[in-house]
T-cell receptor, first 115, second 109 residues
Framework: KAGVTQTPRYLIKTRGQQVTLSCSPISGHRSVSWYQQTPGQGLQFLFEYFSETQRNKGNFPGRFSGRQFSNSRSEMNVSTLELGDSALYLC??????????????FGPGTRLLVL | DAKTTQPNSMESNEEEPVHLPCNHSTISGTDYIHWYRQLPSQGPEYVIHGLTSNVNNRMASLAIAEDRKSSTLILHRATLRDAAVYYCNHTGTASKLTFGTGTRLQVTL
């Protein structure tokens, strides 16, 4: 079974631009969560989608948004990029949703650099 | 939000046991405790999880305190391949999927 895939793997943008990242979960998984990872900040939760509905949202500004499609693939969008948005963006999939004992399976991440 | 506290870093000699602690004082009765680790240049990977009882698998053991406000990940014989950042978290219906800053484990010969 293929793992979680994320595209693109690397991205360079300039301030003020917007970016869309994509995540394909493990086949059969219905939940996708997104995280931002920066040096010294650990994994910061962005949001969780289950069956096309956002279930949970972290403490990030409205510039960060996401969606999930009927095939469980998910995208996250960051508008009006700032230098501080430079980070590794990770997505993780589960069959169920948070609140269960299920394990998350992480993708390799998209490394975004904002210049 | 769920909050966990872990030491920033720990060191171990190869072939020695390692005990990685985690405090999760905001845990609720139905939250599961998960541990993940992140090897360099990779996304996190699952290590172990539990609810109340201690758990063992081929990678590690998980010891959960009686009040569930803390847990310890035990690597019985650390190897160089275990050098990673280890994260604990707890998830439940009322808690979001939050992770702390993790513990960076260094393993030396």
């Amino acid at each position: 079974k293929a793992g979680v895939t994320q595209t693109p793997r690397y991205l360079i943008k300039t301030r003020g631009q917007q970016v869309t990242l994509s995540c394909s979960p493990i086949s059969g998984h219905r939940s996708v969560s997104w995280y931002q990872q920066t040096p010294g900040q650990g994994l910061q939760f962005l949001f969780e989608y289950f069956s096309e509905t956002q279930r949970n949202k972290g403490n990030f500004p409205g510039r960060f948004s996401g969606r999930q499609f009927s095939n469980s693939r998910s995208e996250m969008n960051v508008s009006t990029l700032e230098l501080g948005d430079s980070a590794l963006y990770l997505c993780a999939s589960m069959f169920g949703y948070s609140g269960t004992q299920e394990t998350q399976y992480f993708g390799p991440g998209t490394r975004l650099l904002v210049l | 939000d769920a909050k966990t506290t872990q030491p920033n870093s720990m060191e171990s000699n190869e072939e020695e046991p390692v005990h990685l602690p985690c405090n999760h004082s905001t845990i609720s009765g139905t939250d599961y405790i998960h541990w993940y680790r992140q090897l360099p240049s990779q996304g996190p990977e699952y290590v172990i999880h539990g609810l109340t009882s201690n758990v063992n698998n081929r990678m590690a053991s998980l010891a959960i305190a009686e009040d569930r406000k803390s847990s310890t990940l035990i690597l019985h014989r650390a190897t160089l391949r275990d050098a990673a950042v280890y994260y604990c978290n707890h998830t439940g219906t009322a808690s979001k999927l939050t992770f702390g800053t993790g513990t960076r484990l260094q393993v030396t010969l």
